[in-house]
Nanobody, 123 residues
Framework: QVQLVESGGGPVQAGGSLRLFCEAS???????MGWFRQAPGKEREFVAAISRSGGNTYYVDSAKGRFTISRDNAKNTVYLQMNSLKPEDTAVYYCAAGQFFGDSEWAGEYDYWGQGTQVTVSS
């Protein structure tokens, strides 16, 4: 079992950048990791995923070219670098860990979730 804690969210103007952190209580090298987000009144949606070694990454189309997911297994931390932020990126961002191989956009594949961190992008 692993506990996940997200941080790094906050208010930012459109066009700005934020780096989200997901710190785990245990070893994350045995988990595939993902970031999801949920905007008010909307369902949770996939943002990005990374395989156990970090060799494979996968993004939702709206994040490609703007967001980068990475991980440091030695620090048990996963990152989401978000550039060129848009108001439609406003949401609570969640980190998730799953005991599967590869990367996945399906929330049901993930076993552990953090409490989320709020990102608010103003125009």
């Amino acid at each position: 079992q692993v506990q996940l804690v997200e941080s790094g969210g906050g208010p930012v103007q459109a066009g700005g950048s934020l780096r989200l952190f997901c710190e785990a209580s245990g070893r994350i090298s045995i988990y595939s990791m993902g970031w999801f987000r949920q905007a008010p009144g909307k369902e949770r949606e996939f943002v990005a995923a990374i395989s156990r070694s970090g060799g494979n990454t996968y993004y939702v189309d709206s994040a490609k070219g703007r967001f980068t997911i990475s991980r440091d297994n030695a620090k048990n931390t996963v990152y989401l670098q978000m550039n060129s932020l848009k108001p439609e990126d406003t949401a609570v961002y969640y980190c998730a860990a799953g005991q599967f191989f590869g990367d996945s956009e399906w929330a049901g594949e993930y076993d552990y979730w953090g409490q989320g961190t709020q990102v608010t992008v103003s125009s």
